[in-house]
């Protein structure tokens, strides 16, 4: 049993852009899902799809984004809140990541938004993760 999905798929995404894999298959969980849409929505990653491993599982399929000099576009990945030591901020405490090149994931009260977005929403929540 994994006890951090969040952290695997962060790790997963960080080591197959060391070795410049075009894409990283893991299991599929929604939060997982909607983080790697909101990724793929801020041009981190190509393309984010569900996929049936078998017939009682599936897998989400991410493909990851390259520049014209094969360099990654994520140059870093950063878990924040951890199951053993959560991180909440309130709405004039949320960070600009990498002055504005990068993004926060925040876990709101109407769901998963970035930095950006809690900012014009005027919300606070759980700090998930930083990526630049």
Do not use: H
């Not at 006890?3 to 197959?16: F, G, H």
């Not at 990653?45 to 014209?68: I, M």
């Not at 994520?74 to 600009?96: A, C, F, H, M, N």
Request: positive net charge; glycine residues 8%.
């Amino acid at each position: 049993m994994m006890t951090d999905p969040i952290a695997d798929m962060l790790t997963r995404i960080r080591n197959a852009t060391m070795v410049k894999q075009k894409t990283v298959c893991l299991p599929f969980s929604k939060i997982k899902f909607i983080i790697g849409k909101m990724l793929e929505r801020e041009g981190y990653l190509t393309k984010v799809e569900r996929k049936e491993a078998s017939s009682w599982s599936e897998e989400l399929e991410l493909e990851l984004r390259y520049d014209t000099e094969k360099k990654p576009v994520i140059r870093g990945l950063r878990r924040i809140s951890k199951p053993g030591l959560r991180v909440y901020i309130q709405k004039d405490e949320i960070p600009t990541v990498m002055s504005g090149f990068g993004i926060a994931i925040l876990s709101t009260s109407q769901g998963l938004m970035t930095n950006k977005e809690a900012k014009m929403a005027g919300l606070g929540g759980e700090l998930i993760c930083e990526i630049w």
